[in-house]
């Protein structure tokens, strides 16, 4: 089985990280709590990728926390990363899937309910949903989709769901209210200069969120 625990997804912004790295700020924020570490870096090539994500695999070993690598299909299977994450525009999902193998988690990012739909749960594990607010993290996101889109999206997507785009601490009862799975952030706990409190916040609140 494929199974991914959602509830709290950093995914990584070399840029925001700067200050102590993404490796430094993976460890702190699985310390507070984040159960999956996305690799995302849209300016590194594949052997930058690599050496990145074999850090990252190192840094994670033992916690529990999964690894996922954005977008670049040869790094995510020569680091040996729990997940592959594509979006809309990258290789389609049958064509990830027959890269991957049937081991690896394959998440797919999905801005519409007819894409959500279109989500075929034998080869996609689970999706990525959003953005539910505008955000400056990515410069070219979709429409935003607010909480009722989001609500929309998951009840017609047959897969987990993972929420994106400027969500927050405070938005964790919203998030799941909506029946997501769980929450994916970047600035929240990237752009802090104290990544294990910031995520411990966000795990506080998804704690005490009944389920
Ligand atoms: N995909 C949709 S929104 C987004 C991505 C990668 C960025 C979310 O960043 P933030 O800082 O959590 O709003
Ligand atoms: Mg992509």
Redo the contacts with the bound molecule.
């Keep these: 089985m494929r199974t991914i625990d959602l509830s709290l997804y950093l995914?990584l912004d070399p840029d925001l990280c700067a200050g102590i790295g993404m490796v430094e700020t993976a460890r702190a924020a699985v310390a507070g709590g984040a159960s999956v570490v996305q690799l995302?870096d849209k300016h590194a090539d594949t052997a930058l990728m690599i050496k990145t994500g074999r850090a990252l695999k190192a840094a994670l070993s033992g916690t529990g926390a999964l690894l996922v690598v954005n977008d670049d299909v040869e790094a995510a299977v020569a680091i040996g990363a729990d997940a592959l994450h594509i979006g809309q525009e990258d290789m389609d999902a049958p064509t990830a899937r027959a890269r991957i193998g049937d081991a690896m988690i394959l998440g797919l990012?999905v801005e519409t309910e007819a894409l959500a739909g279109r989500v075929d749960p034998a080869i996609v594990d689970y999706a990525?949903i959003?953005?539910v607010?505008a955000?400056s993290?990515?410069a070219d996101?979709k429409e935003p989709i607010g909480f009722d889109g989001l609500a929309r999206l998951v009840r017609a997507c047959p897969v987990p769901a993972v929420a994106?785009?400027?969500?927050k601490a405070a938005h964790v009862g919203n998030v799941f209210a909506a029946g997501a799975d769980g929450l994916?952030?970047?600035?929240?706990i990237c752009?802090t200069h104290d990544p294990e409190a910031a995520a411990r916040e966000i795990f506080e609140h998804i704690r005490r969120v009944p389920r």
Excluded: D, M, N
């Design positions: 995914v995302r990012s990525g959003g953005p607010f955000t993290t990515k996101h994106i785009g400027g969500l994916a952030v970047v600035s929240a752009g």
